[in-house]
T-cell receptor, first 114, second 113 residues
Framework: QKEVEQNSGPLSVPEGAIASLNCTYS??????FFWYRQYSGKSPELIMS????GDKEDGRFTAQLNKASQYVSLLIRDSQPSDSATYLC??????????????FGKGTKLSVIP | EAGVTQFPSHSVIEKGQTVTLRCDPISGHDNLYWYRRVMGKEIKFLLH????????ESGMPNNRFLAERTGGTYSTLKVQPAELEDSGVYFC???????????FGPGTRLTVT
């Protein structure tokens, strides 16, 4: 069974610090990795996607992927109180059915303290 | 560009009743997905449409759930008859053809009493 694991948190960081969110996945065939941000009662918002080993940067966000270790992380630099949300890790593993279904972790709740 | 929309935002029904959820994907997105999150659990895949065809319905819990996407535009998810364990938030997402990045709607919170 495909699994995606995240520390549920809450993860508390002071404003201006770097927040580090981690995710591990069980299926070695996984190809694509996504980070979603979800504010309470709102829809998951796609903030980062990463497909290759290494780092991908977009503004204050950096996604890191290590397929050998089956590990993906999200770094948020200069954390702001508005970054306080639940961050969901999602993984795509191709199946013979041609489905694009994502497997999600339970999410990590981030709290940025002013 | 309008995002994914879902209706209703919240539905409260009694056990044994029927409920129909609607999703309007982003215009031009061929792929449409339904996911569900039950209390305390992760978001789980239900099914995937490509245009009007069901590409993968492996996540549908049982035959009380029926999804349709007539004409390849909006989709409906019907639960009949509803059971207590069907309570949760039902999300719809869409993506462009050949693209894995999925954009989610606000969800429908279903409460079965």
């Amino acid at each position: 069974q495909k699994e995606v694991e995240q520390n549920s948190g809450p993860l508390s960081v002071p404003e201006g610090a770097i927040a580090s969110l981690n995710c591990t996945y069980s299926d070695r065939g996984s190809q694509s990795f996504f980070w979603y941000r979800q504010y309470s009662g709102k829809s998951p918002e796609l903030i980062m996607s990463i497909y290759s080993n290494g780092d991908k940067e977009d503004g204050r966000f950096t996604a890191q992927l290590n397929k050998a270790s089956q590990y993906v992380s999200l770094l948020i630099r200069d954390s702001q109180p508005s970054d306080s949300a639940t961050y969901l890790c999602a993984v795509y593993n191709p199946s013979g059915a041609g489905s694009y279904q994502l497997t999600f972790g339970k999410g990590t709740k981030l709290s940025v303290i002013p | 560009e309008a995002g994914v929309t879902q209706f209703p935002s919240h539905s409260v029904i009694e056990k044994g009743q029927t409920v129909t959820l609607r999703c309007d994907p982003i215009s031009g997105h061929d792929n449409l997905y339904w996911y569900r999150r039950v209390m305390g659990k992760e978001i789980k895949f239900l099914l995937h449409f490509v245009k009007e065809s069901k590409q993968d319905e492996s996540g549908m819990p049982n035959n009380r759930f029926l999804a349709e996407r007539t004409g390849g535009t909006y989709s409906t998810l019907k639960v009949q008859p509803a059971e207590l364990e069907d309570s949760g938030v039902y999300f719809c997402a869409s993506s462009q053809a050949g693209v894995y990045e999925q954009y989610f709607g606000p969800g429908t919170r279903l409460t079965v009493t």
